[in-house]
């Protein structure tokens, strides 16, 4: 079995008096699939922005490639090839997909300052963009300003930005979250076909995605690891069932 890519052990974060990840370990291996679930209020984000330095952690360590970086800042961590979505868009509402993709390429290539130039300029970018722009079915209305795309267009935007970072592990905090059931499919799709050597970590309560994605899946409740498995493994364990999955998942025992 490969070393992981991440790991945290040991991980704690209190707020006063209140435990909100308790003692959590974790491995994220080489091309992974992993899904991490649990009931609203189980400290799934609270870990992801602990992972990612967002929030500092109060005990605990957290590892990328085997070097520590449970105090360095998060844009540090992205430069290390860490990048994570969020619940709630993060996008330029005046800006096109292509404008937002252009400048999120050139920054990571350090032309961060020349973005806004002709596309024309500088033709790696312009192929980098239009590469991504295919992969995410964003081509249609690449020219669109942001804030009158579709919803499911709007999240695709987001995991393109993430992805144009060439990211070694890439944290996907409910992809599908607020996505009309229309819109779903292609993104459900698009997530599916993630690039391979990418390692992946997502949060998500539509258990189709889970269970279509991930390979390996950990359990939280309560801010604490409850049980790590196969998706059949999970499916099929009655304390998950009793806690969480319930008559929700039906479909996949």
Request: proline share 5%; hydrophobic share 40%.
């Amino acid at each position: 079995m490969s070393d992981p890519v991440l790991s945290c052990r040991g991980l704690v974060k209190r707020f006063g008096g209140i435990t909100a990840t308790g003692n959590v370990s974790l491995d994220l291996r080489q091309g992974a699939r992993h899904a991490l679930i649990g009931p609203n209020g189980a400290g799934k984000t609270t870990l992801v922005n602990l992972l990612t330095g967002v929030l500092p952690a109060t005990a605990g360590t957290i590892t990328l490639d085997g070097e520590d970086i449970t105090h360095l800042a998060p844009h540090l961590r992205a430069r290390r090839g860490m990048v994570r979505t969020f619940q709630i868009n993060q996008l330029f509402d005046q800006l096109t997909p292509l404008e937002t993709l252009a400048m999120t390429v050139s920054q990571h290539r350090g032309a961060g300052a020349r973005w806004w130039q002709p596309l024309g300029r500088d033709r790696a970018v312009a192929a980098r963009c239009d590469a991504l722009l295919e992969q995410f079915h964003l081509t249609s209305v690449r020219d669109q300003r942001t804030s009158v795309l579709a919803y499911g267009k709007r999240r695709l935007l987001e995991i393109a930005i993430a992805l144009a970072c060439e990211p070694r592990v890439l944290l996907l905090d409910e992809p599908v979250a607020g996505v009309p059931a229309g819109e779903r499919e292609e993104l459900l799709r698009t997530v599916g076909a993630l690039p391979g050597d990418v390692s992946v970590l997502l949060i998500e309560h539509d258990m189709d995605l889970v269970f279509s994605f991930a390979s390996r899946m950990t359990v939280l409740v309560n801010g604490a690891v409850l049980t790590e498995g196969t998706p059949q493994e999970i499916s099929g364990n009655p304390e998950v069932k009793a806690v969480y999955l319930g008559t929700t998942e039906r479909g996949h025992g």
